[in-house]
């Protein structure tokens, strides 16, 4: 008897130490904050998919530059996003972005940077009917497994229920930085002011639209990133899944 008592008492303290993960983690930020690539560690952490959906408004973006869509044309817009396939998988070996993206089964991962996306994508993610098929979308790729999700609204709209929601966000300087050293690590020739400037530009349309603008969930863990390294907010993202904070 006092066996089993003492059974039950070492069960009980090592599934308070083995708490399940979280399923789905919402990871959102401004742009440069870094979500991305400290979701997608996250995720290989848990072992869990990861998905950037910046990367599915890209997608959109791309196929009208394509097609000759403008940005202004909200109806061509949205007829775009519910007529195209994105598909969504694992990045490639080496790959420097976090997802692999294909357009109507045609890989399309290294064009979403390019110059001319960047400029239009801010303004293809304020259309709400493309918010719509986008969001239909992500949430029936979360409703398939547990997984990690980054974007803008994934813990104020896409996933309202998810089990734990992070807002990353960082000092304007300390972003452009950021996007300074990739963009120049990549050999592209910017100054990091027009880096800011750019960024300045697209977290004003990002946060001032009048659909699913940028903002944390009431519930969300603000995590202030100047400062810190990429470990250090690792480090804190975990502690977060582990149910301390
Ligand atoms: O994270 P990113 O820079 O790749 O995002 C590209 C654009 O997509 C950004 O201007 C905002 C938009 N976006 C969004 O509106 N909602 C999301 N969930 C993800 C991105």
Do not use: W
């Not at 195209?84 to 991962?109: F, Q």
């Not at 709400?128 to 239909?136: C, F, S, T």
């Not at 990002?206 to 969300?220: I, M």
């Amino acid at each position: 008897m006092g066996d089993s008592v003492a059974g039950l008492e070492a069960l009980d303290s090592s599934a308070e130490s083995r708490r399940p993960a979280p399923h789905v983690i919402a990871v959102d930020g401004s742009a440069a904050s870094g979500k991305s690539t400290i979701g997608r560690r996250l995720a290989e952490k848990l072992g869990y998919p990861f998905l950037d959906t910046g990367l599915m408004y890209r997608a959109v973006t791309l196929a009208a530059r394509e097609r000759g869509v403008d940005t202004n044309d909200a109806r061509g817009l949205t007829r775009l996003a519910d007529s195209i396939r994105i598909g969504v998988g694992p990045a490639a070996p080496h790959s420097a972005e976090t997802c692999s993206i294909t357009i109507d089964g045609k890989d399309v991962t290294s064009q979403l940077r390019r110059p001319d996306v960047e400029d239009a994508v801010s303004l293809v993610s304020r259309v709400q009917g493309v918010r719509e098929a986008l969001v239909r979308q992500q949430r029936e790729i979360a409703g398939q497994q547990p997984m990690v999700m980054a974007g803008r609204d994934i813990g104020t709209v896409v996933l309202p229920d998810a089990d734990l929601k992070m807002y990353l966000d960082a000092s304007i300087g300390e972003r452009a930085r950021r996007r300074h050293a990739e963009f120049s690590h990549q050999g592209r020739a910017v100054t990091e002011q027009i880096v800011l400037e750019d960024l300045r530009r697209r977290d004003q349309i990002d946060s001032e639209r009048t659909v699913s603008p940028l903002r944390p969930a009431d519930d969300a863990i603000i995590i202030e990133t100047d400062g810190l390294s990429q470990q250090e907010v690792l480090r804190r993202a975990l502690q977060l899944v582990d149910g301390a904070s």
